[in-house]
Each structure stands twice: as C-alpha cells, then as structure tokens.
C-alpha cells in the first residue's frame, strides 16, 4: 500500500483472521489470492484501521522473502552478451541451469562476502519468478497458471571458478551470500507487461549491465 506496510499478524489480531505469517505458507497453502481480495475490499471500508497498523516504508526492517524454499532454480547464459564474456555458446536447445542451496540466500542490505580465493567474482540482476504451486509439464502458453509473482534477484558468481571448467558451476554459484532475494514482491497484475521490464545492474550507483525482459 501506499502509506507502508501491514504485518499479516496485525491483521490476523485485529480483523479475526487466521493466515500464516511466513510468506512461503501463504502461497503454499494457497491463500495469496485471499489475502489479496481481502484487502482491496477491507482497504476502502477499513481506511481508518488499514493506516493505523501500517508500517511505513523508510522504517520497516527488509528481509528476504522467505529463508527455505524448496529449489532455487536458475537459468544460466540468458544474456548474449554475458555469455560472450565467458566464452561461451548460446543454448540453442533447453536453457543452460543451476541450483542454488537455500545457504546462499541473503536480503536487501546484507553484506556479500566474497571468497578469498576468488579474484573475480561477479553480480548479475535478475528478474525472480516465483512459483504458486506445485506443476509439472507446464506449455509455454500457462505458465501464468503457476506463476505467483515476481521478485528482484542478485545472482553471485565465482567467475574465475567457473572459467577454470565448466563442471565447476555449482561451486562457483553456492557460496553462503550469493543469492539476494527479493525484498519486493509483485503480483502478476502488477506487472502491466513483462516483457518491456528493464533488469538493471547497478554498482556503487553505476549500470553495469541492463536488459529487456525477452
């Protein structure tokens, strides 16, 4: 909302509800939608009680979204460009992935701690999608079906690592801090058109890469 944020437990106390406070059991048990449809109505008959328990932005306390999802997927070499820098050959069949154990993930304002035996460790933005629940065999044409919503990622690698073999991706992409999530979360009509967003990577105030969503 625009005056802040409303923790769920504050809700939960002052309106009777029973939702989980942990985001990743909100979409689990399937009641973002809920909660949704809930506030837009209670906002315009509630506007009194929905400011008082709001919390406003430049105050709150930013976390990651949730600290133990069950698969941290990503897909690797989706920038040409990127994929130039490291000498390698756009897929050209299924897309070139990874995972990322759930120890790598940090929030907005986290310190990144470089490996000390790394000379060259990279940053990359990222859009994050998160999943709504469980799918298997997904066509291209529903994957807003299954999609929840979408969130900022910062995605570390140990490039030099990763240079010395290309079997060494795990190791380079797993080291604790090289996964920053989110703090925002964005539902699907949130977003107008997905594919005019701007990714940027920014440093010390710096671009150092940007692309569109394709």
Known sequence: ???????????????????????????????????????????????DDITELSIPQETALYRPLYRRPRKIWGIGLNYQAHAEDLSARLPDT????????D??????????KIP???QRTTGEAELGLIFGK???NVSQRDWK???????????????????RNPRNLTQ??????????????????????LFQLEVKTIL???????????
């Not at 299924?94 to 154990?101: L, N, R, T, V």
């Open 204 to 214: 010390n105030g710096k671009i150092q890469a940007e692309n569109i969503v394709d």
């Open 145 to 163: 079906t299954v999609i929840a919503g979408f969130t900022t990622i910062i995605d570390m690698t140990a490039e030099d690592i990763l240079m």
């Open 134 to 136: 469980k799918c298997r």
């Open 1 to 47: 909302m625009d005056q802040g944020y409303i923790p769920i437990p504050l809700i939960n106390q002052r309106f009777n509800k029973d939702w989980p406070v942990d985001f990743l059991a909100i979409i689990a048990e399937q009641k973002l939608e809920e909660i949704k449809d809930w506030f837009q109505i209670t906002r315009d008959k509630n506007q």
């Open 116 to 118: 000390e035996f790394s």
């Open 103 to 112: 120890t790598t993930i940090i929030g907005h304002g986290d310190i990144i």
């Open 172 to 193: 380079a992409k797993s080291f604790d801090t090289f996964f920053s999530f989110g703090p925002i979360f964005y539902t699907l009509d949130e977003v107008d058109d």
């Open 94 to 101: 299924e897309p070139a992935s990874f995972m990322k154990p």
